[in-house]
T-cell receptor, first 117, second 116 residues
Framework: AQTVTQSQPEMSVQEAETVTLSCTYDTSENNYYLFWYKQPPSRQMILVIRQEAYKQQNATENRFSVNFQKAAKSFSLKISDSQLGDTAMYFCAFMRMNTGTASKLTFGTGTRLQVTL | GAVVSQHPSWVICKSGTSVKIECRSLDFQATTMFWYRQFPKQSLMLMATSNEGSKATYEQGVEKDKFLINHASLTLSTLTVTSAHPEDSSFYIC????????????FGPGTRLTVL
């Protein structure tokens, strides 16, 4: 079974600053996906970024980037130039790479990020 | 991008009644949909995997007779909370997996259920 751990329940960052959210996971799989989802106060889950485990290059989406360390089973999210709209709950998630059957998402407990003026 | 809708967005019901929540994929076909439950300030907990045309697969500890799931078409899955009690009050979220791109899941906006 896979587990995902987010050790930071809450974090705060000032607008325009950079913040890094931590995530570690445990799996015996070699091929998998890792995700960061954002859940703002509206509670709509929004995909922030995705990383395929077989890719060595870290994924980047505009102000969002990850530091993927496969051997260490670490997958941190860096948010640059933080904006007030980044205030949300952030969930790290794991999914086995499986093309034939339903692949379930395993979520971490989440990190609540507050961006302040 | 792909859109998933849920209806209703919120519902209040009396204890002992049943409530049906719909999850629709609006612009893609979804052979698989997932149902999650989320308590305040907590993570999403997978309840069951819904497969079109077959029985749902429930996670350990989730009562099949309590949470009935029907996935009758490639765009619609329903979750019925039977004989609801106050402890069933929660936020229910569905997601749909694209039939073509297996590794994408798209989330609905959620349904807040309050049982009085």
């Amino acid at each position: 079974a896979q587990t995902v751990t987010q050790s930071q329940p809450e974090m705060s960052v000032q607008e325009a600053e950079t913040v890094t959210l931590s995530c570690t996971y445990d799996t015996s799989e070699n091929n998998y996906y890792l995700f960061w989802y954002k859940q703002p106060p509206s509670r709509q889950m929004i995909l922030v970024i995705r990383q395929e485990a077989y890719k060595q290059q870290n994924a980047t989406e505009n102000r969002f980037s990850v530091n993927f360390q496969k051997a260490a089973k670490s997958f941190s999210l860096k948010i640059s130039d933080s904006q007030l709209g980044d205030t949300a709950m952030y969930f790290c998630a794991f999914m086995r790479m499986n093309t034939g059957t339903a692949s379930k998402l395993t979520f971490g407990t989440g990190t609540r990020l507050q961006v302040t003026l | 991008g792909a859109v998933v809708s849920q209806h209703p967005s919120w519902v209040i019901c009396k204890s002992g009644t049943s409530v049906k929540i719909e999850c629709r994929s609006l612009d893609f076909q979804a052979t698989t949909m997932f149902w999650y439950r989320q308590f305040p300030k907590q993570s999403l907990m997978l309840m069951a995997t819904s497969n079109e045309g077959s029985k749902a697969t429930y996670e350990q500890g989730v009562e099949k007779d309590k949470f009935l799931i029907n996935h009758a078409s490639l765009t619609l899955s329903t979750l019925t909370v039977t004989s609801a009690h106050p402890e069933d009050s929660s936020f229910y979220i569905c997601s749909a997996r694209d039939s073509v791109n297996y590794n994408e899941q798209f989330f609905g906006p959620g349904t807040r259920l309050t049982v009085l």
